[in-house]
């Protein structure tokens, strides 16, 4: 079945590093691709999306492109914030007439930034 | 524009109680999921409502779990009786429609079962 693998966390990185939170996944036909954040205290929100092979979603400084040929999605930020601490999921949901909309998370990645 | 609500925020039972959480999405949203996440995992999908059908239930125990969406708008999740392992929080998720649109997620309930 279709599934997403992120890599582990916690990640720690200290104010101005540049981030990379790994991404992969496994999937039929074309899949839309999604990553969400959750703030201390907040819920779930959407971070980014790219619906396509070779789309470049971005959002306040992150970036993800979808790339099919290594069936991943990961997620970057040039220069990250205390800000931006965070746990961070990646998802997708099924392309095509399937689509219905259910999305398939993984396990999420905790991200600290420390000044 | 009001987001999701969910209530109650926490909840703490004993096993083999019963217990419900109340989902109202945002106004004019079709579509409305219910996840649960365990501590240290993604949300999971447990049923999906459009308008008041369900689309998917297939990783909903239904042996012990119910959920209904009277009138197509609001949304109630209940537990009967409650396990150990039901101890998670549950997400109510709200869309205008199916497909690859932003869900967008209210606060989530809290359940602990002692």
């Known amino acids: 079945g279709n599934s997403v693998t992120q890599m582990e966390g916690p990640v720690t990185l200290s104010e101005e590093a540049f981030l990379t939170i790994n991404c992969t996944y496994t999937?039929?036909?074309?899949?839309?691709l999604f990553w969400y954040v959750q703030y201390p205290g907040e819920g779930l929100q959407l971070l980014l999306k790219?619906?396509?092979?070779?789309d470049k979603g971005s959002n306040k400084g992150f970036e993800a492109t979808y790339r099919k040929e290594t069936t991943s999605f990961h997620l970057e930020k040039g220069s990250v914030q205390v800000s931006d601490s965070a746990v961070y999921f990646c998802?997708?949901?099924?392309?095509?007439?399937?689509?219905?909309?259910?999305?398939?998370f993984g396990q999420g990645t905790t991200l600290q930034v420390k000044p | 524009e009001a987001g999701v609500a969910q209530s109650p925020r926490y909840k703490i039972i004993e096993k083999r109680q019963s217990v419900a959480f109340w989902c109202n999405p945002i106004?004019?949203?079709?579509?409305l999921y219910w996840y649960q996440q365990i501590l240290g995992q993604g949300p999971k999908l447990l049923i999906q409502?459009?308008?008041?059908?369900?689309?998917?239930d297939s990783q909903l125990p239904k042996d012990r779990f119910s959920a209904e969406r009277l009138k197509g708008v609001d949304s109630t999740l209940k537990i009967q009786p409650a396990k150990l392992e039901d101890s998670a929080v549950y997400l109510c998720?709200?869309?205008?429609?199916?497909?690859?649109?932003?869900?967008?997620f209210g606060p989530g309930t809290r359940l602990t079962v002692t």
């Open positions: 998802a997708l949901s099924e392309g095509g007439s399937s689509n219905t909309g259910k999305l398939i």
């Open positions: 999937a039929t036909g074309y899949p839309s």
């Open positions: 790219a619906t396509k092979a070779d």
């Open positions: 106004s004019g949203h079709a579509t």
């Open positions: 998720a709200s869309t205008p429609s199916g497909g690859a649109y932003e869900q967008y």
């Open positions: 409502f459009q308008n008041n059908g369900v689309v998917d």
